[in-house]
């Protein structure tokens, strides 16, 4: 969805919260954030309309959306949204890790779900916008960030099936404590033969609220059998691996191969690709290709897959430990995490937080 008006730049306007939270109250929270529970004192917000473009951007302090009950998105869930981090290097500066990615990701979303294409440049701007005002938010404890989350939505008051003539993009951030509080553990994944998270033609490959809410009833199956994960297969036949509910997936082989499951119903994973990218510069060979869930039992049981992982924002890189669903078993739930999967994890942990030379470029400032 073009506009001739979509790249003009923004002045945002900033309206400064009159009730933040105290010194106090904002340092208990910090001490111990979990994850997406706790929110800054202030949310970015920016208007769309078919005539006007983007336009009246602000950062303004953190509440209600008001909703009109007519609103597209809650009829026709025309909604996409993004997830990065701010990172608090050793220096106090404030980073994030390929921001321009998650921009560019968000626009491919967004031409799936027939929305307006933020340009990347203002989605840039509204996440230095935000930290400008909320910078003291960013923790500084080891494996903490403040968790960022932009999303967009159908905002127009219409219950005709069409793509809304008007839309708002927010930003909203949250501290994000380690995700693993006791240290790096492998997990046992779920495999669901019951429901699909997407097909061939559909929205996949959008990161789209929809396909959280598919996968939902799913991962109870997962939790009820024990496992943290479910793992979902093709739509079509029902044979090919396609990823986590949340997480993309990657196998290792015994002489150090790394194959990633290939589909066009997978969200293209940033955390993924920066793992394989520095699994290249260290001279393995990456194999991006369908997977059959067979060719993944019978690697493991023979011993040539070694290593297996799942990657994503939140916990970057997860081991897998075993798959299990009905009549399939196989890994070991004591299996300890592999020594490649902890030297990329450790790796790419290291360059976002400022320990490890950024060769690639990936690193962004937020806070100049």
């Given at each position: 969805?073009k506009n001739?008006?979509?790249?003009?730049?923004?002045t945002f306007m900033?309206?400064?919260?009159?009730e933040?939270r105290?010194?106090?109250?904002?340092?208990?929270?910090?001490?111990n954030?979990?994850?997406?529970?706790?929110?800054?004192d202030?949310?970015?917000?920016?208007?769309?309309?078919e005539?006007?473009?983007?336009?009246r951007?602000?950062?303004q302090?953190?509440?209600?959306?008001q909703?009109?009950?007519?609103?597209s998105?809650?009829h026709?869930?025309q909604?996409i949204f993004?997830g990065?981090?701010a990172?608090?290097?050793q220096?106090?500066?404030?980073?994030s890790?390929?921001?321009?990615a998650?921009g560019?990701?968000?626009?491919?979303?967004?031409?799936?779900?027939a929305?307006?294409?933020?340009?990347?440049?203002?989605?840039?701007?509204?996440?230095?916008q935000?930290?400008?005002?909320d910078?003291d938010?960013v923790?500084?404890?080891?494996?903490t960030s403040?968790?960022?989350r932009?999303?967009?939505?159908?905002?127009?008051?219409?219950l005709?099936?069409r793509?809304?003539k008007?839309?708002?993009?927010?930003?909203?951030?949250?501290p994000?404590?380690a995700?693993?509080t006791g240290?790096?553990?492998?997990?046992s994944?779920?495999i669901?033969t019951n429901?699909?998270r997407a097909?061939?033609g559909?929205?996949?490959a959008a990161?789209t609220?929809?396909?959280?809410?598919s996968s939902?009833?799913?991962?109870?199956e997962?939790?009820?059998?024990g496992?943290?994960?479910v793992l979902?297969l093709d739509a079509?036949e029902?044979?090919?691996i396609?990823?986590?509910g949340?997480m993309?997936v990657?196998?290792?082989k015994?002489d150090g191969?790394l194959?990633?499951?290939q589909s066009?119903?997978?969200l293209?994973?940033?955390?993924r690709d920066?793992?394989?990218q520095?699994?290249?510069?260290?001279?393995?060979?990456?194999?991006?290709r369908?997977?059959t869930?067979?060719e993944w039992?019978?690697?493991?049981e023979?011993?040539?897959i070694?290593e297996m992982?799942?990657?994503?924002?939140?916990?970057?890189i997860?081991p897998i430990a075993?798959?299990?669903?009905d009549g399939?078993?196989?890994?070991?739930?004591?299996?300890?995490?592999?020594e490649l999967t902890?030297s990329l994890?450790?790796?790419l942990?290291?360059?976002?937080?400022?320990r490890?030379d950024?060769?690639?470029?990936w690193?962004?400032?937020?806070?100049a």
């Open positions: 969805m001739l008006l979509a790249d003009r730049p923004l900033v309206k400064k919260n009159q933040p105290s010194v106090e109250e904002r340092d208990a929270i910090l001490a954030p979990g994850f997406g529970v706790n929110f800054t202030h949310m970015v917000d920016i208007c769309w309309s005539m006007g473009g983007w336009h951007p602000r950062v302090p953190y509440g209600p959306i909703l009109d009950p007519a609103a998105v809650l026709y869930a909604e993004e990065l981090k990172f608090r290097h220096d106090g500066s404030i980073w890790f390929r921001p321009e998650n560019a990701r968000l626009q491919r979303s967004a031409r799936r779900m929305l307006p294409e933020l340009p990347v440049p203002a989605f840039i701007d509204s996440l230095k935000l930290i400008a005002v910078g938010w923790p500084s404890a080891p494996e403040l968790y960022l932009p999303f967009m939505f159908a905002k127009e008051a219409f005709g099936v793509a809304a008007k839309v708002n993009y927010y930003v909203i951030a949250s994000a404590g995700y693993f240290g790096v553990a492998p997990v994944i779920w669901s429901f699909t097909g061939k559909g929205t996949g990161k609220g929809g396909n959280y809410a939902l009833i799913a991962q109870q997962a939790a009820e059998q496992c943290a994960q979902f079509e029902g044979k090919y396609e990823e986590l949340g993309n990657v196998l290792v015994k191969t194959i990633t499951p066009e119903s997978i293209e994973g940033i955390t920066s793992v394989l520095l699994a290249e510069d260290r001279g393995h060979t990456v194999e991006r369908r997977v869930l067979e039992r019978e690697g493991v023979s011993g040539e070694t992982f799942a990657c994503g924002t939140a916990a970057v997860t075993m798959l299990k669903g399939v078993e196989f890994g070991s739930a004591d299996a300890p995490a592999g902890m994890r450790e790796e942990t290291d360059i976002q937080y400022g490890r950024d060769k690639h470029g690193m962004m400032r937020l806070d």
